[in-house]
């Protein structure tokens, strides 16, 4: 895996509330509600990632390695996963052996400038503590023309605006605000993305920035 100095970053309490659950949850992730829930976020990214032989993707709070396993039968790729519970990144490594997997948070994402291609972000983004660090990393490490691609949780106005002010804030499951298509293409516009479209199917907001 390529490298850059990483600095010591202080995990806050959300992202430690998701290193918690996903530790515990591993061994039945795939039949839990959070794996049955998620199986449409990684079937849209599935269908929309796109990758060329000898492409370097990398997916950010990889998980189990279920899609970045998926991924790479698309094309003949070097595949990374880095995600922050130490559970489940022993269980990615199990699952999909040909990928490099590491226990990272999302920002910084300790990749080289330039030295990626595509960037996947499974139903995950809604648990950032610093989403505008994450979208700086992305810039920074991606290629240019590369892509970042994101599928994440689609509420109705009033449902987000509830899951934010009345839920999230007392849940310890890691959640930290989920976005409207506006808010989460802002992230990506403010981190100098040029190409950026957002298209929702059913439950599932499906985003592609590229650089």
């Not at 040909?98 to 990272?104: A, D, E, L, W």
């Not at 849940?171 to 516009?189: A, C, I, L, Q, W």
């Amino acid at each position: 895996m390529s490298k850059v100095n990483v600095r010591s970053t202080a995990m806050g309490k959300k992202t430690q509330q998701s290193k918690e659950v996903y530790n515990k949850m591993v061994r039945g992730y795939d039949t839990s509600p959070d794996g049955e829930y998620t199986k449409a976020h990684k079937a849209v990214l599935i269908k929309n990632v796109e990758l060329e032989d000898g492409d370097r993707i990398l997916d950010v709070a990889c998980g189990n390695g279920t899609l970045l396993s998926a991924l790479a039968e698309k094309a003949d790729v070097e595949a990374f996963g880095i995600d922050i519970s130490e559970n489940i990144i022993a269980a990615a490594k199990q699952r999909y052996s040909r990928g490099t997997f590491r226990v990272q948070p999302s920002v910084p994402l300790g990749f080289k400038t330039e030295s990626l291609d595509a960037i996947t972000v499974s139903c995950t983004f809604h648990h950032f503590e610093d989403p505008w660090g994450f979208t700086a990393e992305c810039m920074r490490a991606l290629k240019k023309g590369g892509a970042v691609y994101l599928a994440e949780p689609s509420f109705k106005p009033m449902v987000r605006w509830i899951a934010n002010r009345m839920v999230f804030p007392w849940t310890h499951t890691g959640d930290v605000r989920v976005y409207s298509p506006k808010e989460v293409s802002t992230f990506f516009k403010k981190a100098d993305f040029t190409e950026i479209r957002t298209e929702t199917w059913e439950t599932v907001l499906f985003l592609e920035a590229r650089k």
